[in-house]
């Protein structure tokens, strides 16, 4: 692989000019042939046993170029970015200058990381919300043990709202059944709004035994069939219940917790709530100043730069939803997306994910930070303890590089929330930045992309399942 040039160009592009040797290029197409032999038919010869030249003479002689080609360019790609230092932040657009017995010349074009001209970052204001916790605020943390400790008794009275009736029915649209509109002993709560506007309201006033017939109407909105069409539901009710609320006292706390007395149980709930506020208030103050130094910087943000991080967050979701032994093309048709929506969605994060990284990466360089052995291993460990494998797992799983950039991200923030202080937010400055809808490219059509780099969580989380596999 020789580098012949390279070309910087606007919006933070390089073009990138790379040579293979014939000898090279040659060797990987002696190497196609033999993959694709065995499906060519030439007649004459057995399926597979055709020369190389014949098939050549048949389908030209460049017949095999385009399997060489992608044979070597990813390589020689990525050689020559590591050669030339470049911090790469999109997919190349690669382009063939030139392919034969001398060789292959191809243009790889891709984005760099902008130039940035940090703005403030240190000892910026930002206001940050004041916890205080009321006895309303502690009756609502209660609320989930009373509900867990109420019990349903069944009750000879007319049912009310906030009953619960055990009921039959069936619906007839023109006198007749209709599919899903039918079931036995169904337990309904009065007021929930579970059914259909109209069912519930008509129960109010029933009481068991009581047979009755309810005239409904569907809202124009419901599923096709039965959208505005009139209906009646035959219902009988079985039993009529109500809600036995717990009394809320020493022994309740002590069947609903490890307290003697509902005192310490309410004080725990409260030491549990402002802990719980003061974080949300925390990660609320430091978001605010981290956009402050956002707006504050200066950077172009090419589109490819966006456009890349979209990609990731899209397979990142994907991926995700497959763990969970859903396909993911069957996961965007019952949820009615497509993947315009999904990667339009993920655009505006993609972009705030870049700003972001483009910020911190330039407070890393302008603090000049840097980790040490000493920091790396700790955080080797501390890998190794969370995800449950052995330490040289997880430092096969994670490339040190990786880890030192994240730890080195984590001190340029702690650079930035140290310095900060809290008080009144300065006037939100008006910035130029393009808007995600508006930076999100599209890779070029059939472009083949490269083995992506994945993050030091994701390939140790990766390792770690892949270790549970192995112990199944």
């Known amino acids: 692989m020789n580098v012949k040039s390279v070309e910087k160009q606007e919006k933070s592009a390089v073009q990138l000019v790379i040579e293979i040797g014939g000898e090279e290029f040659e060797a990987a197409v002696q190497k196609a042939y033999l993959k694709q032999r065995s499906k060519i038919n030439v007649p004459g010869f057995r399926k597979g046993k055709a020369p190389r030249k014949i098939i050549e003479g048949m389908f030209g002689s460049g017949v095999f170029y385009e399997d060489a080609i992608n044979e070597l360019y990813p390589k020689a790609y990525a050689e020559a970015v590591e050669q030339e230092k470049l911090d790469v932040v999109s997919w190349p657009n690669v382009e063939v200058v030139e392919a034969g017995k001398d060789g292959l010349t191809f243009k790889a074009t891709v984005t760099v990381r902008p130039e940035v001209k940090l703005g403030e970052y240190k000892g910026l ?30 009750v000879e009275r007319e049912a009310q709202n906030g009953d619960t009736v055990v009921i039959d029915f069936e619906g007839f649209l023109d006198g007749k059944p209709f599919d899903g509109g039918k079931a036995e002993g169904h337990s309904l709560e009065l007021g929930s709004g579970s059914f259909v506007p109209g069912f519930e309201e008509q129960l109010v006033g029933t009481k068991a035994g009581d047979e009755k017939d309810l005239d409904i109407t569907f809202p124009e909105e419901y599923h096709e069939g039965l959208a505005g069409k009139a209906v009646v539901f035959k219902v009988k009710v079985h039993e009529v219940k109500e809600k036995q609320l717990p009394t809320v006292d020493d022994e309740f706390a002590k069947d609903v917790s490890e307290f003697d007395t509902l005192e310490a149980f309410k004080k725990d709930l409260a030491d549990k709530l402002t802990q719980r506020r003061e974080a949300q208030a925390k990660r609320a103050f430091e978001a605010a100043v981290m956009e402050q130094v956002m707006d504050n910087m200066e950077v172009e943000i090419p589109d490819a730069m966006v456009a890349y991080e979209t990609d990731q967050m899209v397979e990142d979701m994907a991926r995700r939803v497959q763990a969970q032994g859903i396909p993911f093309d069957q996961y965007l048709a019952m949820t009615g997306m497509t993947m315009d929506i999904v990667r339009t969605q993920a655009a505006a994060a993609a972009m705030e994910r870049v700003r972001r990284d483009l910020a911190l990466g330039a407070v890393v360089a302008a603090e000049n930070i840097e980790i040490s052995d000493e920091d790396l291993e700790a955080e080797y460990k501390r890998l190794a303890d969370e995800y449950h494998m052995e330490l040289d797992q997880v430092k096969a799983a994670a490339p040190a590089e990786d880890v030192k950039k994240g730890l080195a991200i984590q001190k340029a923030e702690q650079v930035i929330y140290d310095s900060a202080k809290v008080g009144k937010a300065p006037a939100k400055k008006k910035t130029t930045k393009k808007k995600a809808e508006e930076a999100e490219g599209e890779a070029a059509e059939g472009e083949e992309k490269p083995k992506k780099r994945r993050t030091t969580k994701k390939k140790t989380e990766e390792a770690a399942a892949e270790e549970a596999k192995t112990e199944e």
């Open 125 to 154: 204001t930002a206001e940050k919300e004041e916890v205080k916790i009321t006895d309303e605020d502690i009756d609502n943390e209660l609320k989930p043990y009373i509900n867990r400790a109420t019990r349903m008794v069944t």
